[in-house]
């Protein structure tokens, strides 16, 4: 953990100083071991730690700060306290305090105001308070009973109402404009309870940060914020805690932070945990919002920037002190509606909608009554659906195959390259094939409209579209043409792109210059001209067509996440429908290929669950005609996320270390094996204490394990493909996770497969605190990759192709086809660099998002090359066999180089027909 307390070093409330509190809150949830562990080499001075009731938390000093951190309430049966009316008065508030609070407050006011005094918080250092849900109420009343000492300020989240007006009137009185209280815009527990204020500045969050306030004064930064919620509602509020209170009781549910048992009943909630609050707040400091990590492998003099953790206010190195976890879909699946049909905004948000992707038996199906359907595309569909929207599909086995809850993106997977595939002599007479004919459609982080490697001869930008899907301003895609079914997000057309860079480039929105860099530096290998020192792209005279993935929400009921699989089946069905022409975005036809620089681990690697088959079928199973999808292979190879097993009658163990990360509070792991063998499961944590046998007569097993909550849960034959999934997740609770040998010990009841085998993989975000103890490198491909007609791409070196890069992904798949299909440069590719001054600076980036984007310049440039001549466009099967056969061999297929290296010169040669040979 990196964290500087000069963060603090300031007068008055920044996203910066917030994001420092947040973590800082976030922190108090931590044992007492954690928060000495996390502090002692950072918080030089004195630190003390208190536990008394339900009230905790910390008094840290350095040499000019001084920090008090509270934590809010650790079990369900505690939040009723935020619901009770009582108040009472103190005799450093004037007016009626929630009772609550205050009794809470009282069993630590003594050690607190004594750790002060220790601290020399009296002696010109910068005093700080903050605190999440009740801990918020505890440090606004630690921060007006210690007023005198001279506060720098008090910054809670998720605070619950508290005050009377009288109290609410004294509070802001006494700290002015020193106190901010941050609140997402669907947290339920900010408006409870309802009779009760809220004192300080508001300050409202969303998906995409700070939120502005409306200017006629409803939501001005002196008032409440989010409207109370009715009696009504916290009556329904009321039995569902209780009826989640019951199934944790009954082990069902674990808890890392106030509301984790209802979380699955509660989407309200859900918006309440401390870790989307310091999620939000970090992306307040970067003014950066997508939450994805980019599948580029770190170069050392790029390793800040491609890696998205450069902080505003902070020191360069600084990172995260904790990343937002993700929430596997079993949890989404164990959400059930109420009974009766709720219409309110805030039953909306109790029954809050979830993305997901359908793939239908038959195209006559008819979508449940309020189900939300985006894309709708022969057997695919994207849509937003309620819990019982979702089991009442479910139930039409006749219509309906398979569904699946999207879920967060887990892996963000131009030195002169070109010569390395052979693409400059097509590039120059007398070919002269530069994509003119053909477009590049990216999904990917953005693009940077300013960069001039974008522009045509003329002058205008090449870059015809931008569907944003964070942007909750519209039009939408839907709204701006009709044949385009989703109707979220902001359409930039071109005209407007050109407007907005004509009219003044310093008022760019920022969204529209790519502050992560990926997707420029990406789209500048793809379709980028040479400007300055930077070489020509692939397919330099292409038209771009840029879709930047959702996978956060823009409304308050929305889920927390729209998920990878939702945005990015959406995103391939606009571009395919954009590519077709007549809309705004292509008025003529032309052919695309499509780049996918992002993936995922989970999943069972064989091409069967609705999102690989969507990818399949936006290419008509390889049918498609002008059209193709080509996907970075991944930069897993050496992360020790993938394991097998031989199958016996014996037990044995599958064993993994896990290194403590107190920015990581869930484990995630997929089992898949052979629907005939019959497997039984046990999990055993670092001490030797282990969980019940999880079995098909057993599938469920819940256990809390050191602290830990372990679920196993069983499907002996999954829809998707008839096999065996096994998913195991494992939370923090009382405890973080442990560190570690931990173990999965299995045993064959019953072996009727061919190869006994067994595969098992980790999910992972940003950092990967896990690492399989016997890994292998071979089925590391991250998905979607792994369908069949989607182009996989791995990396080599830059030079001569004939060094793999150490850390792409290897095939094959877990059904045994043979992925990667080739590899291209991936090694200090250098690119166009997004956010630059002069337009036209380039950057160096590792990764196979920096191969792909090779392989799909060059299938731009044989689509441009037929549809110049007027010949009938290849099959993406045939583009797909063409790349395979004239790749430069390196002897036969190779987990990690596929076919070979992309020769682009024997590819178009390969697809020309009556057209001259590319010398």
Same mark, same amino acid.
């Given at each position: ?5 000069? /963060? ?16 800082? *809150? ?13 502090? $002692?080499?950072? /918080? ?15 008094? @840290?000093?350095?040499?000019? &700060? ?12 505690? /939040? ?25 407050? #009282?069993? +630590? ?133 209780? !009826?989640?209170?019951?199934?944790? !009781? ?20 859900? @918006? ?61 699946? $164990? ?29 006559? /199906? ?73 477009? &590049?459609?990216? &999904? ?35 709204? +701006? ?20 860079? *004509?009219?003044?480039?310093?008022? +760019? ?12 530096? +990406? ?75 992002? %993936? ?43 394991? $097998? ?121 940003? @950092?990967?605190?896990?690492?399989? #103890? ?72 590792? %990764? ?10 060059? &299938? ?26 004239? !790749? ?17 010169? *024997? ?13």
């Amino acid at each position: 953990m990196r964290f500087d307390p000069k /963060w603090l070093n300031s007068d008055g409330f920044s996203y910066s100083v917030g994001y420092a509190l947040a973590s800082m *809150a976030q922190l108090a949830y931590t044992d007492a071991r954690g928060v000495q562990r996390a502090l $002692q080499t950072l /918080w030089r001075g004195q630190l003390t730690i208190f536990s008394i009731g339900r009230s905790q938390g910390f008094v @840290a000093t350095a040499d000019e &700060v001084v920090l008090v951190s509270f934590r809010g309430t650790d079990q369900i049966s505690d /939040w009723w306290d935020n619901l009770r009316v009582r108040t009472r008065e103190t005799e450093f508030v004037d007016g009626g305090v929630h009772r609550g609070f205050l009794d809470s407050y #009282d069993v +630590v006011r003594t050690t607190v105001n004594k750790a002060l005094d220790s601290a020399g918080a009296d002696g010109g250092k910068r005093l700080w308070f903050t605190g999440h849900s009740l801990g918020g109420a505890l440090a606004t009343l630690a921060a007006v009973d210690h007023v005198d000492r001279g506060v720098t300020g008090v910054t809670t989240f998720g605070q619950p109402r508290g005050f009377s007006t009288e109290a609410r009137q004294s509070i802001n009185a006494r700290l002015g404009i020193r106190y901010d209280r941050i609140v997402n815009d669907c947290d339920l527990v900010a408006r409870i309870p309802g009779h009760l204020h809220h004192a300080g500045q508001l300050h409202l969050l969303d998906e995409g940060g700070p939120r502005t306030l409306p200017e006629d004064g409803t939501e001005a930064a002196e008032t409440d914020g989010p409207p109370p919620l009715s009696r009504e509602h916290e009556v329904i509020l009321k039995a569902q805690i209780e !009826a989640a209170d019951a199934m944790e !009781a009954d082990g069902l549910f674990g808890s890392e932070e106030p509301g984790q048992g209802a979380e699955g009943l509660l989407p309200g909630i859900r @918006a309440h945990r401390m870790s989307l609050y310091a999620d939000r707040m970090r992306q307040a400091a970067d003014a950066v919002y997508p939450v994805f990590q980019v599948e580029t492998a770190p170069i050392a003099a790029s390793r800040i920037e491609a890696q998205g953790i450069a902080r505003v206010g902070a020191p360069p190195d600084a990172a995260d002190l904790f990343a937002g976890e993700t929430f596997g879909i079993e949890e989404i699946g $164990q959400l059930r509606p109420n009974a009766a049909d709720l219409t309110d905004p805030v039953d909306r948000q109790l029954n809050a909608p979830q993305p997901v992707v359908i793939l239908l038996r038959s195209e006559d /199906w008819t979508p449940p009554d309020g189900m939300v359907v985006d894309t709708r595309q022969g057997l695919v569909v994207t849509a937003m659906a309620s819990p019982a929207q979702i089991a009442m599909a479910e139930r039409d086995r006749a219509h309906v195959s398979s569904i699946e809850i999207s879920r967060e993106v887990e892996a963000l997977e131009l030195h002169e390259s070109g010569e390395v595939v052979a693409a400059r002599a097509a590039q120059r007479p007398p070919i002269s094939e530069r994509g003119a004919h053909a477009a &590049v459609g990216l &999904v990917d982080t953005g693009i940077d409209i300013l960069h001039r490697g974008f522009l045509d001869d003329a002058g205008r930008t090449r870059i015809h579209a931008i569907w944003d899907q964070f942007d909750a301003n519209g039009p939408s895609p839907a709204t +701006v043409d009709r044949s385009f079914g989703p109707d979220y997000g902001r359409l930039w057309l071109r005209d407007e792109i050109e407007a907005l860079i *004509a009219a003044d480039p310093g008022a +760019v929105p920022p969204r529209l210059r790519d502050p992560r860099g990926h997707g420029t530096h +990406v789209a500048g290998i793809a379709a980028g001209r040479a400007v300055g020192g930077l070489a020509d792209g692939l397919a330099p005279d292409a038209a771009i067509v840029v879709v930047i993935p959702r996978l956060s929400p823009s409304t308050p009921q929305d889920p927390p996440s729209l998920g990878y699989s939702k945005t990015h089946v959406d995103a391939i069905y606009f571009l395919k429908r954009a590519a077709a022409g007549g809309t705004p975005v292509l008025p003529a036809p032309r052919p695309m290929a499509v780049n996918v620089s992002l %993936g995922m681990m989970a999943g069972p690697h064989d091409g069967r669950t609705p999102l690989e088959r969507a990818f399949e079928q936006v290419v008509n199973d390889g049918y498609a005609e002008g059209f193709a999808v080509i996907k970075s292979a991944g930069n897993s190879a050496e992360d020790a996320l993938h394991t $097998q097993a031989k199958l016996c009658g014996g037990w044995q163990d599958v064993s993994w270390t896990r290194v403590i990360d107190l920015s990581r509070r869930r484990d995630y792991f997929e089992v898949w094996h052979h629907g005939t063998d019959r497997v039984s499961f046990r999990v055993i944590d670092p001490q030797g204490n282990a969980t019940d046998i999880c079995s098909e007569d057993t599938p469920l097993v819940r256990a809390v394990l050191c602290g830990n909550v372990v679920r196993l849960d069983l499907i002996p034959t999954h829809p998707h493909n008839g096999d065996a999934q096994l998913v195991i997740a494992i939370d923090a609770d009382s405890q973080p996770i442990q560190g570690g040998r931990w173990r999965l010990r299995l045993r064959a009841e019953d072996i009727r497969s061919r190869d006994r085998r067994l595969d098992m993989w980790t999910e992972t975000r940003r @950092a990967n605190p896990v690492r399989f #103890d016997h890994p292998m490198r071979e089925g590391t491909l991250s998905v979607p990759g792994t369908a069949d007609f989607v182009i996989s791409v791995g990396a080599c070196g830059a030079e001569d192709g004939l060094l793999l890069a150490p850390f792409s992904s290897h095939g094959p798949t877990r059904d045994g086809r043979d992925k990667p299909d080739v590899c291209a440069p991936g090694i200090g590719v250098y690119s166009a660099r997004a956010q630059g001054v002069s337009g036209d600076e380039q950057i160096a980036k590792n %990764g196979t998002s920096m191969a792909a984007p090779h392989v799909t310049g060059a &299938v731009a440039l044989a689509f441009s090359r037929r549809a110049a001549a007027g010949l009938p466009q290849p099959s993406t099967a045939e583009i797909l066999g063409a790349l395979r056969r004239h !790749a430069r061999s390196i002897g036969g297929f190779h987990t990690g180089f596929g076919s070979g290296i992309l020769d682009v010169r *024997a590819f178009l040669n390969a697809t020309r027909d009556s057209m001259p040979e590319v010398p």
